[in-house]
Structure formats: structure tokens, C-alpha cells
């Protein structure tokens, strides 16, 4: 079936399946359907999967197989097009002999730059090897980076954009951080260079804030059933590059720093050559007070900067710096792109000692004073008028010395330059003295540096065990404090407890005496008999609090206890005048008890 359904397939549709995981044969397929020779260094990395074309040196014909083939490429992990050509923006009175007289590249037309998003936009729309797109210098307009940002917002395997001095401006911007906001994959932006002012600013900061928000909540999903989220593992921009946008000035970086209070995600914020000023370097100081995951923010190259506040902002950003992140996210040399058809030209200074010696021949008869000129065009022709002033200068002679002196002087042979060179192996001493004190110098302050970084590891790992420790005895002593609490309300319950039985033992007794019929005691005791029939119950009472309660503890256990022995002994008193009054008369038993109520009355 599956040879059936191939041998069905047509031939075109075929090699256009075959050509999407292979560039080369495609390119080659499509420059001999042109009549044109592929080019040698476009092929030059693709088994590797990367493509790095200068699009400076590419023919306008050029450009037609190269973006078709990378239009259905499905395995090139690095795309990158290049372009260094700087428009003149200098007046009549430039010097135009520092560059080469060439044409625009074909790069730089719009025609050429629609294509290319086109092709790439279709290249990400398929494709799920390609890592990094890098378009530095390629001056895409507002419809090319439109066309560009859906084919990114498709895209789910991209991690890295570099737009460096693509010149998008604002608009660019806007229309890439909406394709941005979303994004699974992409990790670092770089928009260096691209004439980015304070609204660009805002709307990266729009950006930060809707990741930011994107990201609390998919680590409050994680962090259910408890779960403690990663913050590491979570999608979204870590790196963001505005060097060398000197418009954004303070009033666009403010508006940057106040999205990064909130945001515990982005690792890295280049600034260099930004219009920062002092102001604009103090609110970020502000800013990484409250952000500690922020370990890149690099302000250098703002001469508006003082030295202090620089190494106050970068002092308190490597505090939040830690080994792994600082391999992740290294500090970026911002350097212009180089022009490759720039011209230096290096010219060597006339009349310095420093200049190649002139060689003289000996001549044939060493008693004649003037050297042997060899002819012209030989090796070693020097003429010999320039020989002598030569050796003039190396001997230390004026000008104002007689001619006849300028005979007398000796041949350049091997022992002469010997003679020459005493001054400089005079000072040769002098300078081996300075090199090796250099050189201990430079030792000693490897080893010291070697020495700082040996203490300040075993300082911080006792930093670390020393807020370990902090953190164990502060959860130690609010557990010792919530046991205290709890066991003082457990005593001053008991307490209430213990009040409440010997206050109802009390009233027991009060109760048996009025059942008895005694209910005349109570009375004359002065307290109240129908009273004495209900529950007692402490706690109805108001009591205003527990100390009250503590302090007069000791006072109501005495007074019960005297009370209680006291209506003890009377009752047994009583039990005994009850018997013996039975067996008696009525009478005698009515004075009895007469005088046994005063007996208890004189007692109470």
C-alpha cells in the first residue's frame, strides 16, 4: 500500500518533501532551474544546520533559489541573515576615501526584504528544529515585520530573536511584542540598535507586566495539592537586549523598571548606551530592592552615568548572582557591527628610531670612507646618502658637525650595530627589572585574588548555615510561645474547674441541712435557702480575667475550707441532740433545740 500511494504521489510534490530536510540539494535544484551558480559560502555550515549568509555579497539574482529554499526547510536550527552596509548620512565634505565606492546591496531593497519575510515567516510556520533567527542589519519595513511576527507567534520550538540595528523603530516593536506575549518558547529578544524611544519602551514593559501576570498564574496551578512550583521551567522571556538606543532615555527606562518590581522572571536587562542619566540609574537602584532575581543589569557605557551610582547598580545586582545563572547569563560587550569594506590604513611614522636599519655594504677597499652602493633594484639597495644620514641619527651626530666627519664615519657591519645598540642595552637591565617586578606583582594578585574567592565561598556557606540556623530557632520559639499560651489556658480552665466543685460540694451541703430541717441554720448563717437549691456555677459570673481568678486562689480555698469543717462539726453536733431528743419528751427536746440554736448562733 505504501509503494502504491508514493508511486500516486507526484513527482514535484515528492522533491518538495525531500527538499525540506535537504537545503543543499534544493538550492542547487533551483539555481540550475535559473541558470545560475550556487553560491560556495551560502553552502558553507548547512550539514551543521546553520545558514549564515551576508546578504551584502548576494546578487539580486542570488536571492530567489536561497529564500525558496529556505521557505520548506524543516531542519536548519540557526537562520541567519546578515548586512553591514551603513547608509552615508555625512555631508558633501566626508571623506569618501575610507570606503570603498560600491552600490546598495540588493538586501537593503524592499522588494528583497518582503521576500524574506515571506520565506521565513513560511519557514516558521512548518518547521520545528529552528532555534535562533538572527536578522542583524537587514532594514526590515512596518509590513515585513508584520508578516515576520505571525510566522513567530506559530512558532512554538524559536528561542532566540536578534533584530540588532534592523531599524524597526516603535512600530516594529509593538507589532512584535504582540506576537511575543504568547509565546511558548522564546527566551532572549535582542533589539539593539533599532531607534527604539520611550513608547517602545512602554510597550516592552506591557510586555514584562502581561508575562509576569501569564506566570503567577500557572504557578498557582502548580502549586496546588502541596506542590512547589518551578520557576526555572516556566515559559516565557528571560533576556532582553536595548543597546545602543540612545532615545529611550530616563523617562522610558522608568517605565521598564517599575514592571521589573513585580516580575521574578527575567534574568538579564541590557542598557548600554541607553540615555541613562544619574536619575535613571538611581530608580533602578530603587527597582532591585525588590527585585532579587534580576542578575544582569547592565548600565555600562552611559556616560550621563557617574562611576559611583555604576558600581552601586552593579554592586547590588551581583548580589542576586549565582553560579549556573552567571553560565546562563552572561554580561554582553556591546560592539557594533563591523564593516567589512571599511578600509584602515596603516602608514609607518618617518624619522622614528623604531623604523626598519638600513643595511650598508661593504665596499671592496675598506680605506675608502664611502660605502658601496649596490644597484637599483637589487634586494638590499638603499641609496647611500640615506645610509649615512641613517647612521648619523644612530650615532648620535648633529647636522651641524663638519662634512669632513660624515667620511670618517664607520661601515654598518656586524660590529658597528654592536656599537649602535649600547644605549638600548644599557637600558635593557632596567626594563628586565621592570617586567619581572610586573610579573610579582601579577602573581601576588592572582594569589590574592585566588585567596578572596577561597573566603568569600566559605563566607557564604556560613551565611547560608547561620540563616538555616536563624530560621530553626524562630520556628522553635513560636511553638514554645503557642505551648505557653495553651497550657495557661489549660490551668486557668482547671482552675475554674476546682472553684466550680468545691462551690457546689458547698451548696450540696447547704441543700442536705435544709432537707434534714435544718433550714434555721442557714438562715441564721445569713445566707439564703432558696438559693442554696440552684446549681452554682462559677463561670456564669462574670470574671473580667484570668489573673483575677489566680490571685484570689488561695483566699477562696481557705474560706471554703473553714466553712466546710465548721458546718461539719455542727451537723455531727446536731445528729447527736436528734437522737437522744427522740427518745426524750417533747418538751425537754423543744428547749434542746432552743438552746442548741443559740449555741450555734454564739459560735457563728
Given at each position: 500500500?505504501?509503494?502504491?500511494?508514493?508511486?500516486?504521489?507526484?513527482?514535484?510534490?515528492?522533491?518538495?518533501?525531500?527538499?525540506?530536510?535537504?537545503?543543499?540539494?534544493?538550492?542547487?535544484?533551483?539555481?540550475?532551474?535559473?541558470?545560475?551558480?550556487?553560491?560556495?559560502?551560502?553552502?558553507?555550515?548547512?550539514?551543521?544546520?546553520?545558514?549564515?549568509?551576508?546578504?551584502?555579497?548576494?546578487?539580486m539574482i542570488d536571492w530567489s533559489p536561497i529564500l525558496n529554499a529556505i521557505k520548506i526547510n524543516k531542519n536548519l536550527r540557526y537562520i541567519a541573515l546578515r548586512s553591514y552596509f551603513q547608509h552615508s548620512s555625512a555631508g558633501t565634505n566626508a571623506k569618501k576615501s575610507h570606503y570603498f565606492k560600491r552600490r546598495?546591496?540588493?538586501?537593503?531593497?524592499?522588494?528583497?526584504?518582503?521576500?524574506?519575510?515571506?520565506?521565513?515567516?513560511?519557514?516558521?510556520?512548518?518547521?520545528?528544529?529552528?532555534?535562533?533567527?538572527?536578522?542583524?542589519?537587514?532594514?526590515?519595513?512596518?509590513?515585513?515585520?508584520?508578516?515576520?511576527?505571525?510566522?513567530?507567534?506559530?512558532?512554538?520550538?524559536?528561542?532566540?530573536?536578534?533584530?540588532?540595528?534592523?531599524?524597526?523603530?516603535?512600530?516594529?516593536?509593538?507589532?512584535?511584542?504582540?506576537?511575543?506575549?504568547?509565546?511558548?518558547?522564546?527566551?532572549?529578544?535582542?533589539?539593539?540598535?533599532?531607534?527604539?524611544?520611550?513608547?517602545?519602551?512602554?510597550?516592552?514593559?506591557?510586555?514584562?507586566?502581561?508575562?509576569?501576570?501569564?506566570?503567577?498564574?500557572?504557578?498557582?496551578?502548580?502549586?496546588?495539592?502541596?506542590?512547589?512550583?518551578?520557576?526555572?521551567?516556566?515559559?516565557?522571556?528571560?533576556?532582553?537586549?536595548?543597546?545602543?538606543?540612545?532615545?529611550?532615555?530616563?523617562?522610558?527606562?522608568?517605565?521598564?523598571?517599575?514592571?521589573?518590581?513585580?516580575?521574578?522572571?527575567?534574568?538579564?536587562?541590557?542598557?548600554?548606551?541607553?540615555?541613562?542619566?544619574?536619575?535613571?540609574?538611581?530608580?533602578?537602584?530603587?527597582?532591585?530592592?525588590?527585585?532579587?532575581?534580576?542578575?544582569?543589569?547592565?548600565?555600562?557605557?552611559?556616560?550621563?552615568?557617574?562611576?559611583?551610582?555604576?558600581?552601586?547598580?552593579?554592586?547590588?545586582?551581583?548580589?542576586?548572582?549565582?553560579?549556573?545563572?552567571?553560565?546562563?547569563?552572561?554580561?554582553?560587550?556591546?560592539?557594533?557591527?563591523?564593516?567589512?569594506?571599511?578600509?584602515?590604513?596603516?602608514?609607518?611614522?618617518?624619522?622614528?628610531?623604531?623604523?626598519?636599519?638600513?643595511?650598508?655594504?661593504?665596499?671592496?677597499?675598506?680605506?675608502?670612507?664611502?660605502?658601496?652602493?649596490?644597484?637599483?633594484?637589487?634586494?638590499?639597495?638603499?641609496?647611500?646618502?640615506?645610509?649615512?644620514?641613517?647612521?648619523?641619527?644612530?650615532?648620535?651626530?648633529?647636522?651641524?658637525?663638519?662634512?669632513?666627519?660624515?667620511?670618517?664615519?664607520?661601515?654598518?657591519?656586524?660590529?658597528?650595530?654592536?656599537?649602535?645598540?649600547?644605549?638600548?642595552?644599557?637600558?635593557?637591565?632596567?626594563?628586565?627589572?621592570?617586567?619581572?617586578?610586573?610579573?610579582?606583582?601579577?602573581?601576588?594578585?592572582?594569589?590574592?585574588?585566588?585567596?578572596?574567592?577561597?573566603?568569600?565561598?566559605?563566607?557564604?556557606?556560613?551565611?547560608?548555615?547561620?540563616?538555616?540556623?536563624?530560621?530553626?530557632?524562630?520556628?522553635?520559639?513560636?511553638?514554645?510561645?503557642?505551648?505557653?499560651?495553651?497550657?495557661?489556658?489549660?490551668?486557668?480552665?482547671?482552675?475554674?474547674?476546682?472553684?466550680?466543685?468545691?462551690?457546689?460540694?458547698?451548696?450540696?451541703?447547704?441543700?442536705?441541712?435544709?432537707?434534714?430541717?435544718?433550714?434555721?441554720?442557714?438562715?441564721?448563717?445569713?445566707?439564703?435557702?432558696?438559693?442554696?437549691?440552684?446549681?452554682?456555677?462559677?463561670?456564669?459570673?462574670?470574671?473580667?480575667?484570668?489573673?483575677?481568678?489566680?490571685?484570689?486562689?488561695?483566699?477562696?480555698?481557705?474560706?471554703?475550707?473553714?466553712?466546710?469543717?465548721?458546718?461539719?462539726?455542727?451537723?455531727?453536733?446536731?445528729?447527736?441532740?436528734?437522737?437522744?431528743?427522740?427518745?426524750?419528751?417533747?418538751?425537754?427536746?423543744?428547749?434542746?433545740?432552743?438552746?442548741?440554736?443559740?449555741?450555734?448562733?454564739?459560735?457563728?
Amino acid at each position: 500500500m505504501a509503494k502504491k500511494t508514493m508511486a500516486n504521489v507526484p513527482e514535484s510534490v515528492a522533491v518538495r518533501q525531500r527538499g525540506a530536510f535537504d537545503f543543499i540539494g534544493t538550492y542547487d535544484n533551483l539555481c540550475a532551474l535559473q541558470s545560475t551558480v550556487p553560491l560556495v559560502y551560502v553552502k558553507a555550515r548547512v550539514k551543521e544546520g546553520l545558514l549564515d549568509i551576508n546578504g551584502d555579497r548576494v546578487r539580486m539574482i542570488d536571492w530567489s533559489p536561497i529564500l525558496n529554499a529556505i521557505k520548506i526547510n524543516k531542519n536548519l536550527r540557526y537562520i541567519a541573515l546578515r548586512s553591514y552596509f551603513q547608509h552615508s548620512s555625512a555631508g558633501t565634505n566626508a571623506k569618501k576615501s575610507h570606503y570603498f565606492k560600491r552600490r546598495t546591496p540588493a538586501i537593503c531593497f524592499k522588494d528583497v526584504t518582503l521576500l524574506a519575510a515571506r520565506s521565513l515567516a513560511s519557514c516558521l510556520c512548518v518547521t520545528k528544529a529552528l532555534k535562533c533567527l538572527d536578522l542583524q542589519g537587514v532594514p526590515l519595513r512596518k509590513k515585513d515585520i508584520e508578516i515576520l511576527a505571525k510566522g513567530i507567534a506559530k512558532n512554538k520550538t524559536l528561542t532566540h530573536v536578534l533584530l540588532d540595528y534592523c531599524q524597526i523603530a516603535d512600530s516594529g516593536v509593538a507589532a512584535l511584542c504582540q506576537s511575543l506575549k504568547n509565546h511558548p518558547s522564546i527566551t532572549h529578544v535582542s533589539l539593539a540598535g533599532c531607534n527604539i524611544t520611550p513608547v517602545g519602551a512602554a510597550v516592552i514593559s506591557k510586555l514584562v507586566k502581561h508575562q509576569s501576570t501569564q506566570r503567577y498564574s500557572d504557578a498557582w496551578a502548580d502549586g496546588l495539592r502541596y506542590r512547589s512550583p518551578d520557576l526555572n521551567c516556566m515559559a516565557g522571556i528571560r533576556r532582553i537586549t536595548l543597546n545602543s538606543n540612545p532615545m529611550i532615555g530616563d523617562s522610558g527606562i522608568s517605565t521598564i523598571a517599575d514592571a521589573l518590581k513585580d516580575d521574578l522572571w527575567l534574568k538579564a536587562l541590557d542598557l548600554q548606551n541607553c540615555g541613562l542619566s544619574v536619575d535613571g540609574a538611581k530608580y533602578l537602584l530603587t527597582t532591585m530592592e525588590h527585585n532579587r532575581t534580576l542578575i544582569v543589569l547592565d548600565i555600562r557605557q552611559n556616560p550621563m552615568v557617574d562611576n559611583g551610582t555604576l558600581r552601586s547598580v552593579l554592586g547590588r545586582v551581583l548580589l542576586n548572582a549565582n553560579e549556573r545563572d552567571e553560565a546562563a547569563f552572561p554580561w554582553i560587550k556591546e560592539e557594533p557591527p563591523k564593516d567589512p569594506y571599511k578600509t584602515k590604513k596603516h602608514r609607518q611614522p618617518r624619522g622614528h628610531s623604531h623604523c626598519k636599519k638600513s643595511i650598508i655594504a661593504k665596499r671592496a677597499s675598506p680605506s675608502e670612507g664611502v660605502p658601496c652602493v649596490l644597484p637599483a633594484g637589487h634586494k638590499g639597495f638603499v641609496p647611500w646618502r640615506t645610509a649615512v644620514r641613517a647612521s648619523k641619527h644612530q650615532l648620535g651626530l648633529s647636522d651641524e658637525e663638519d662634512d669632513s666627519d660624515v667620511l670618517q664615519l664607520k661601515i654598518l657591519d656586524d660590529d658597528s650595530t654592536d656599537e649602535l645598540n649600547l644605549k638600548t642595552s644599557d637600558r635593557k637591565p632596567e626594563i628586565n627589572e621592570n617586567v619581572r617586578a610586573l610579573k610579582i606583582h601579577l602573581l601576588d594578585a592572582q594569589r590574592r585574588l585566588i585567596r578572596s574567592k577561597e573566603n568569600e565561598e566559605v563566607l557564604n556557606k556560613k551565611i547560608m548555615t547561620l540563616e538555616v540556623e536563624n530560621s530553626r530557632l524562630r520556628k522553635e520559639l513560636n511553638s514554645t510561645l503557642e505551648n505557653s499560651k495553651i497550657k495557661s489556658q489549660i490551668e486557668d480552665e482547671m482552675l475554674l474547674e476546682s472553684i466550680d466543685k468545691s462551690f457546689n460540694k458547698f451548696h450540696e451541703f447547704l441543700n442536705m441541712l435544709s432537707d434534714m430541717g435544718l433550714g434555721s441554720l442557714v438562715t441564721a448563717a445569713g445566707l439564703d435557702p432558696t438559693t442554696s437549691k440552684q446549681p452554682f456555677s462559677v463561670r456564669s459570673k462574670s470574671t473580667t480575667s484570668h489573673s483575677k481568678a489566680r490571685l484570689d486562689k488561695a483566699d477562696l480555698d481557705d474560706k471554703h475550707y473553714e466553712e466546710e469543717k465548721m458546718f461539719q462539726s455542727d451537723a455531727i453536733v446536731i445528729e447527736g441532740t436528734g437522737k437522744n431528743k427522740k427518745k426524750s419528751d417533747p418538751k425537754v427536746r423543744d428547749q434542746e433545740e432552743s438552746t442548741d440554736i443559740h449555741s450555734v448562733n454564739s459560735q457563728t
